[in-house]
């Protein structure tokens, strides 16, 4: 039976990561675009954070050869690049084992989402069966950082908040039942921040890439783009 999976890799080589860092208030997600050459553009959609920082972010990625800006709808934008370099070249250096990295590239796994973090990527696939999940699993705990948020057979019902990580779908929750989204607020994000034991910025990030995220999986793609 074939299984769907949420997980973290922890590489800071990863492609557009220093992006994410240059702009730590905005969500960005990508995809590949497998019909251009022998090397896929990216589809980079960018929702909430600064403009000019994730652009500015685009511009000095030593992995981004060029970018152009596709469309907007509201603070969501898309955007195609072009990569600098090939994953084999840019995670040469940071990795023991790229037999294994080619060979998840034939690996019979569809990876549907890959959300950029400041030192690494969450991604969401779907895997034919547990060898399946667990070649993509045991490469990345040979080399980098891999934690599971969610794995559950296909069929199953998803968890509330589509989308969303399990802690991002903690953080929503605390700041809800405190009273942190009511008007007046009944709580600050330093209350959240102590009821989570983290610093108030990190509760900010979460729930601003928690709400972003809904927004952008439940009504951003309706969205006609803005006129010029």
């Known amino acids: 039976m074939g299984l769907v999976a949420e997980f973290d890799i922890d590489c800071e080589a990863l492609p557009l990561v220093t992006v994410a860092s240059a702009a730590p208030e905005a969500s960005l997600t990508f995809e590949f675009q497998y019909n251009h050459g022998r090397r896929p553009l990216f589809l980079v959609t960018t929702s909430g954070g600064s403009k000019h920082a994730i652009e500015s972010g685009f511009t000095d990625a030593y992995d981004v050869a060029e970018w152009t ?19 084999t070249a840019q995670l040469g250096d940071h990795l023991d084992d790229l037999t294994g ?9 569809i990876i549907e989402r890959i959300e950029v973090r400041r030192n690494g990527w969450t991604q969401t696939g779907w895997f034919a069966d547990r060898d399946a999940f667990e070649q993509f699993s045991s490469f990345w ?11 559950t057979h296909d069929g199953e019902p998803e968890p509330p908040g589509d989308g969303l ?3 991002q779908q903690e953080a ?19 209350d959240v921040a102590a009821e989570l034991d983290i610093s108030a910025s ?7 890439r928690a709400q972003t995220q809904l927004i952008s999986e439940t009504m951003a793609t309706t969205w006609p783009p803005l006129p010029d």
């Not at 990190?202 to 729930?207: G, K």
């Open 69 to 87: 800006l596709v469309g907007r709808a509201g603070d969501t934008r898309r955007y195609q690049l072009r990569p600098a370099l090939s994953m």
């Open 101 to 109: 990295l080619k060979a998840l590239a034939t690996a019979d796994a």
């Open 141 to 151: 705990l040979r080399n980098g950082g891999f934690r599971v948020h969610r794995l």
């Open 172 to 190: 929503l929750r605390t700041a809800y039942e405190l009273g942190y989204f009511e008007i007046p607020r009944r709580a600050s994000l330093e």
């Open 202 to 208: 990190s509760v900010s990030e979460r729930l601003r």
């Open 165 to 167: 990580t399990d802690r």
